[in-house]
């Protein structure tokens, strides 16, 4: 599934939401894909993704764009751009 502008607004192919970095460097996307469903991340240049991340959603961006915080059963958690290994 194409990431478009009209699937995050619609919420109704796959894209649930997306959060962009405030370095405006990356975009963290909440979406159903054929990696499963979790946060995608891709490079707003388009040299990235989107790639699979993370199992979870609702990923929010800390202010260094270094690391995200995002939920996965009812509980909050955070990880590095760069890893797969989340933290609580």
Same mark, same amino acid.
């Given at each position: 599934?194409?990431? @478009? ?11 649930? !939401?997306?959060?962009?970095? /405030? ?13 499963? @469903?979790?946060? #995608? $991340? $891709?490079?707003? !240049?388009? &040299?990235?993704? %989107? ?7 609702? /990923?929010?961006? #800390? %202010? !260094? &764009?270094?690391?995200?915080?995002? &939920? ?10 760069? &890893?797969? @290994? /989340? @933290? !609580?």
């Amino acid at each position: 599934m194409a990431l @478009t502008i009209a699937n995050i607004q619609t919420r109704n192919r796959g894209v649930f !939401d997306a959060a962009i970095s /405030p370095d405006a460097r990356w975009i963290a996307v909440t979406a159903s894909g054929a990696a499963g @469903t979790g946060v #995608y $991340l $891709l490079a707003v !240049d388009g &040299s990235a993704g %989107p790639k699979f991340w993370i199992a979870g959603g609702a /990923p929010a961006w #800390y %202010p !260094d &764009s270094k690391r995200i915080v995002f &939920s996965r059963n009812n509980d909050l958690w955070s990880v590095a751009v760069g &890893s797969s @290994t /989340p @933290t !609580d």
